[in-house]
């Protein structure tokens, strides 16, 4: 079992709706998540970071943790031709413990 | 406030050359990590720095090396290149601790040929 599992996409939602990114992790004592996205051509840069369950808002973004299920979510409201990127779940397992990261999601919102 | 730069941001070796990348973290940030990334294996895990010290290991072998200096710049080494070899290569900082997260930096594109 991959210690942290995405789907690869792409995912194609329409201009102005909700694009639902899903993530799950094998460690059940995993502490921190986090959700990068990548440009293509480009460096990750961290949107959104979650600690513990529930939801965390953020502008257009939406993290879910559902730490019983080992599940993290991120939503996209009101999706952007501009949101079109790969986004990558990334977890630490223990404190001070490296970032293990998904293989990403490829987002694809269509104008 | 600058972010974290990586050098050069390009390179093209042969294979069997060995390689020297370096990383400026940001400013304050004394955790400096490694990241291989290639379209098959996505973001692998090379080694993490703290203070001069590595306190992380990933699984690549013991061709691929790193180091950090007192002022947190860090550089990682491979040896003897081989085609595999050829990837995006991530430098990442953070304050102390992983756990609020990394800024990456702009990579270095490796090709051996």
């Known amino acids: 079992q991959k210690e942290v599992e995405q789907n690869s996409g792409p995912l194609s939602v329409p201009e102005g709706a909700i694009a639902s990114l899903n993530c799950t992790y094998s460690?059940?004592?995993?502490?921190?998540f986090f959700w990068y996205r990548q440009y293509s051509g480009k460096s990750p840069e961290l949107i959104m970071s979650?600690?513990?369950?529930g939801d965390k808002e953020d502008g257009r973004f939406t993290a879910q943790l559902n730490k019983a299920s080992q599940y993290v979510s991120l939503l996209i409201r009101d999706s952007q031709p501009s949101d079109s990127a790969t986004y990558l779940c990334?977890?630490?397992?223990?404190?001070?413990?490296?970032?293990?990261f998904g293989k990403g999601t490829r987002l694809s919102v269509i104008a | 406030k600058a972010g974290v730069t990586q050098t050069p941001r390009y390179l093209i070796k042969t294979r069997g050359q060995q390689v020297t990348l370096s990383c400026s973290p940001i400013?304050?940030?004394?955790?400096v990590s490694w990241y291989q990334q290639t379209p098959g294996q996505g973001l692998q895990f090379l080694f993490e720095?703290?203070?001069?010290?590595?306190?992380n290991k990933g699984n690549f072998p013991g061709r691929f090396s790193g180091r950090q200096f007192s002022n947190s710049r860090s550089e990682m080494n491979v040896s003897t290149l081989e085609l595999g070899d050829s990837a995006l290569y991530l430098c990442?900082?953070?304050?102390?601790?992983?756990?609020?997260?990394?800024?990456f930096g702009s990579g270095t594109r490796l090709t051996v040929v």
């Open positions: 990334a977890v630490i397992r223990r404190g001070n413990t490296p970032l293990v």
């Open positions: 979650i600690y513990s369950n």
């Open positions: 990442a900082s953070s304050v102390q601790s992983t756990n609020y997260g990394y800024t």
């Open positions: 400013s304050g940030h004394r955790s």
């Open positions: 720095y703290f203070s001069e010290t590595q306190r």
């Open positions: 460690d059940r004592g995993s502490q921190s």
